[in-house]
Every structure is written in C-alpha cells, then in structure tokens.
C-alpha cells in the first residue's frame, strides 16, 4: 500500500511558476514509477507526465513538454513537478499517482495509487 500527498497547488498569474511536491510512504518508493495527471472542470483526467524508478526515462503530454519537468528524489520519497510559462489552459486539479513497476506510462489505467489532488488555478 502507498499512500500519496500532493502539494503546492496555488492561484499564479500567467507566465508564472509552480513546483508541485507529492510525498509517497513506504519503503520501496525507487520500484514505483510515478506520474502526473490533471483533471480540468467538465473534462476527463489526461495525462501530464510520468518518470521511471530510477529518473532514467521520462513521458511528458505534448502540451507541457518544454514547459514542464518531471523529477523525483527516492531518498525523499518524493516526486515533484516543476511548471513554467504556465497558461490558462493548465488550471485543473493535479494528481500524483504511483505505477506498481519500475516502467512509466500514459495510461491512467496502468496506475495502482492516486493522492487526492491539488488545484492549480493560472488567470489570465
């Protein structure tokens, strides 16, 4: 069982910058692969980006390659994403969630744990 918490969820103005940190329990935080997923108001929950266990590969949404990045420290337990030259269109709920292999992927399908969300409001 992992449980996840997200945090630094925040209102920022366009063009800005947020750092959002997920905190996993557990002692095998390195065998998870880990990723992000947003749900905007009357929208289906997409795929943001994801990160194998040991950082050596990475997934990013065509939407926010370039803009975001994906990291995570297993000494931490701990997963973060960094968003820059935010947008409007970025406002949603954003979710950590933990994949029970070491191999990301896009498919929330394929995620075994979920956090509970933090929002991420950009104005315009």
């Known amino acids: 069982q992992v449980q996840l918490v997200e945090s630094g969820g925040d209102l920022v103005q366009a063009g800005g910058s947020l750092r959002l940190s997920c905190a996993a329990s557990g002692r095998t935080f390195s065998s998870y692969a880990m990723a992000w997923f947003r749900q905007a108001p009357g929208k289906e929950r997409e795929f943001v980006a994801a990160?194998?266990?040991?950082?050596?590969?990475?997934y990013y949404a065509d939407s926010v390659r370039g803009r975001f990045t994906i990291s995570r420290d297993n000494a931490k337990n701990t997963v973060y994403l960094q968003m820059n030259s935010l947008k409007p269109e970025d406002t949603a709920v954003y979710y950590c969630?933990?994949?029970?292999?070491?191999?990301?992927?896009?498919?929330?399908?394929?995620?075994?744990?979920w956090g509970q969300g933090t929002q991420v409001t950009v104005s315009s």
């Open positions: 990160i194998s266990g040991g950082s050596s590969i990475t």
């Open positions: 969630a933990a994949k029970v292999t070491v191999v990301p992927a896009r498919s929330s399908g394929q995620y075994a744990y």
